[in-house]
């Protein structure tokens, strides 16, 4: 999709479909004034009742002129307004073209409202909505009417062009994140994940490896490769790099969780609902994409990205519990629960990323636990870490781009759960099931050593099963805003 600024002149030329979002209680800005002049005052002879701008209602109008529809759409008061207001009335718009095929469409931004936000929020709500996983139907008319052209009407000024072109990016970004996220578990095994990151690295100049197990084993990636054990698919290591003109001192690390498919392994799942565990490599996918985006970006930063991606399924050759492994700093790790097998492969990419970059902070970025989804839902992401100032950086940044988290606690009594009788740690924690979230930072914070550490887990927020403003159902490409509105805004 290529998204323009433009100001309000551009209602002269007409518009195919133009969205008009209206507080509630205030009469239409000035750029609806103009709309509203070009069809004859339709809009002013509204009454309440036809729209009362509600936050969330929406009204499609015929136009007969050249501006042919207006989906007049519903802030809710201007005090009530949120960050993220303006990205549903993006997907709102994007729905509605999709369902008319309409394949260009104008925004027109509120007034009194910091333009270069609005305009983030806007385009990144219309690119977001107007993704949807289609490639696999055979039938056209199943496939998703693509919207090609978005005009965000509201200024053309250096700023407003800006903003335009950084939503542009992490949108796609996002929807690159999600493609990967929502194919199947055969479709993209572990080396097809990284040779898809690859191509995408090589296409957005981030550098690319990919190690193999023989390379992870060498490093000493006992914990990492006894996930990969039960598994015909060889695991893959990808590391990613960019370093920004004007970068200085150690990079940032990102590191995201990538199981391409988890089963759960020897101890298995049960069946229903086991197909969403292709979506257990969300992490991984959130990281290339914000690697591409900060790269697209020219951010002056140093960052790298470490994804371990494997599939966990169960075989003769599997990993049993009650099996002791060591990671590459040397702890051993017993196995009591093969599908707490995230933080495996997450000890060894932390472990990895620490001792070979030494970054001044590194972020990991998990569908970890099933309890992260009990506790916080679809809406916030859980964040953990060893730095406040870390977490409250992350904390902005979601908060910004309604990528929202909550802090989950850190107390050392919850290390005790993790403690093994026969290793120096045990993969799984409290023995009633409880404080599951915890268990899994107490987990990891034994491989970042004194390393500025956060921890995101997206259990919940990965993946949509349910429709959202701006999401279909499936991979949501959480993780890819927060880190490049964290990354853009990061200082020391
Ligand atoms: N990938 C899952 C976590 C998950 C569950 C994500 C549901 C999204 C939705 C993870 O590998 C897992 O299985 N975790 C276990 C941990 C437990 C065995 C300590 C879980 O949450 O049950
Ligand atoms: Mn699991
Ligand atoms: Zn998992």
């Not at 289609?134 to 005009?151: I, N, R």
């Not at 990284?194 to 191509?199: D, K, L, S, T, W």
């Not at 995101?456 to 490049?484: M, N």
Request: aromatic share 6%; proline share 4%.
């Amino acid at each position: 999709m290529h998204a323009i600024a433009e100001n309000k002149s551009f209602l002269e030329k007409g518009a195919e479909l133009l969205l008009l979002p209206v507080f509630q209680d205030e009469k239409p800005g000035a750029i609806a004034a103009k709309a509203d002049s070009i069809l004859g005052g339709v809009i002013a002879a509204l009454s309440k009742k036809e729209f009362s701008g509600k936050p969330g209602t929406a009204v499609l109008l015929r136009g007969t002129g050249k501006l042919k529809r207006v989906l007049l759409f519903g802030l809710g008061k201007r005090p009530a307004l949120n960050n993220d207001s303006l990205r549903q009335a993006g997907g709102r718009l994007a729905a509605t073209a999709m369902a008319l095929c309409v394949e260009s469409v104008a925004f027109a931004l509120p007034d009194k409202v910091d333009a270069a936000e609005a305009t983030i929020a806007a385009v990144e709500g219309v690119m977001l909505g107007a993704y949807r996983f289609d490639k696999y139907f055979t039938d056209p008319e199943a496939k998703a009417k693509p919207v090609k052209s978005l005009a965000v009407i509201g200024g053309r000024t250096p700023k407003e062009k800006q903003a335009l072109e950084y939503a542009t990016i992490v949108s796609e970004c996002s929807n690159f994140a999600r493609e990967l996220s929502n194919e199947s578990g055969s479709n993209a095994t572990p080396a097809v994940i990284a040779r898809r990151m690859q191509e995408y690295c090589k296409v957005n100049s981030v550098s690319c490896r990919v190690l193999d197990a023989a390379d992870a084993k060498k490093l000493g990636m006992g914990s990492f490769l006894s996930v990969a054990a039960g598994s015909v698919q060889p695991a893959k290591f990808v590391v990613m790099e960019y370093k920004g003109k004007g970068a200085k001192g150690k990079p940032i690390a990102l590191v995201g969780k990538g199981i391409t498919f988890d089963s759960g392994g020897i101890s298995i799942k049960p069946s229903g609902n086991m197909d969403k565990m292709k979506h257990d490599k969300s992490g991984a996918c959130a990281v290339v994409g914000a690697m591409a985006a900060v790269s697209r970006l020219k951010l002056p930063l140093h960052v790298v990205g470490v994804c371990p991606l494997s599939e966990n399924l169960p075989s003769g050759s599997a990993t049993k519990p009650g099996d002791i492994v060591k990671a590459m700093n040397g702890k051993t790790i017993e196995i009591l629960n093969t599908d707490a097998e995230g933080r495996l492969v997450l000890a060894d990419a932390l472990a990895y990323a620490v001792e070979k970059f030494k970054p001044t902070a590194v972020i990991d970025i998990a569908t970890l636990t099933g309890a992260c989804f009990v506790a916080l839902g679809d809406v916030r992401s859980g964040l953990m870490g060893n730095d406040d100032a870390l977490q409250q950086k992350i904390m902005k940044a979601g908060e910004i781009e309604w990528e929202r988290c909550w802090m989950m606690p850190m107390d050392a009594d919850y290390d005790e759960k993790v403690k093994s009788t026969v290793a120096d740690v045990k993969n799984i924690g409290g023995a009633m099931g409880d404080s599951g979230v915890m268990s899994g930072s107490s987990f990891l914070k034994l491989f970042v050593g004194e390393t500025k550490w956060a921890h995101l887990d997206i259990a919940g927020t990965g993946w949509a099963e349910r429709e959202k403003p701006y999401f279909s159902l499936g991979a949501t490409g959480v993780g890819v805003r927060l880190f490049a509105r964290m990354l853009k805004d990061w200082k020391g």
